[in-house]
């Protein structure tokens, strides 16, 4: 064999480890950016079990669910 095939041989080889290594990284991330009104819900029904007296007894909500956080209010009550 030449080495001029035994070259090419081995950079396609070497050409195709860094394409198999790279392309997962140019997926695009499904981050959602942090939303104040997610974050006020959360927030508000962290706060609720937290201190409510009763917060063995609330029911377990999906807080993205509402809108705002009276929304939440009536579904826990």
């Keep these: ?14 050409l195709f480890g860094f394409i198999l290594a790279f392309l997962p990284a140019c997926e695009k991330d499904d981050v959602k950016p942090d939303d104040p009104k997610i974050l006020a819900r959360n927030e ?3 706060l609720m079990k937290e201190w409510y007296f009763w917060y063995d007894k609330m029911p377990d909500v999906d807080v993205e669910d509402y809108d705002t956080p009276e929304e939440l209010l009536e579904a826990l009550r």
Excluded: V
Aim: glycine share 0%; proline share 0%; net charge positive.
């Design 1 to 14: 064999m030449s080495t001029l095939y035994k070259f090419n041989k081995y950079l396609l080889f070497i």
């Design 44 to 46: 508000f029904y962290e």
